[in-house]
């Protein structure tokens, strides 16, 4: 995978945050999903990327009817919606909230993306299904091409991840592993 450059590439990255990653995730735990996003964002970001950062406004997340709601917590822990330091987060890094599963809608990041030149995104985060899919197929529509980071991704199962790394991810983009996408970054 030769043809990622850099100063048009961005690493996105769902929902990386205490009130997420304090669940229990599969295949990939928590730490692990959290070391490859920073080593992604590490070696892209001094190779001339763009990262962007996104969490959800726990507190804030629009509720719709439902057949099966989830039970939401009357409060939050203070920290719920801080981006855990081990995911690598620097200065000069974009971070973007939002209130629902995806991260373009009523987000400023298209906008961040397009000003920046950005044409490919490396996408990663939790959950596979929920915020990485939506994020994903959103990109899709305005017309990024996604590269998704295998093993910095998880979710709630391993059946739920597999399903779409197996069966959505390749008709939306590529599916690489961490190592590869540190391969593929110019000498």
Not at 110 to 132: E, F, P, S
């Amino acid at each position: 995978m030769t043809d990622l450059q850099p100063r048009s590439t961005a690493v996105v990255l769902i929902d990386l945050q205490h009130g997420i990653l304090a669940r229990e995730l599969a295949p990939h735990p928590a730490a692990h999903v959290v070391a490859n996003a920073a080593r992604l964002t590490a070696a892209w970001r001094a190779a001339g990327a763009t990262v962007v950062y996104v969490r959800v406004a726990l507190g804030d997340i629009h509720t719709h009817v439902v057949d099966r709601p989830r039970a939401r917590p009357d409060s939050f822990p203070a920290n719920a919606c801080d981006i855990l330091p081990e995911a690598g987060m620097r200065e000069g890094d974009f971070l973007v909230t939002k209130r629902q599963w995806g991260a373009f809608h009523a987000t400023e990041l298209d906008q961040i993306l397009r000003r920046r030149g950005i044409r490919t995104i490396i996408l990663g985060g939790v959950a596979t299904n929920i915020g990485v899919e939506t994020t994903a197929r959103a990109a899709h529509d305005l017309g990024y091409d996604i590269v998704f980071a295998e093993d910095a991704t998880s979710t709630l199962t391993a059946d739920m991840h597999r399903f779409a790394f197996e069966q959505m991810f390749p008709t939306m983009g590529r599916v690489r592993s961490t190592d590869q996408l540190l391969a593929a970054l110019p000498a």
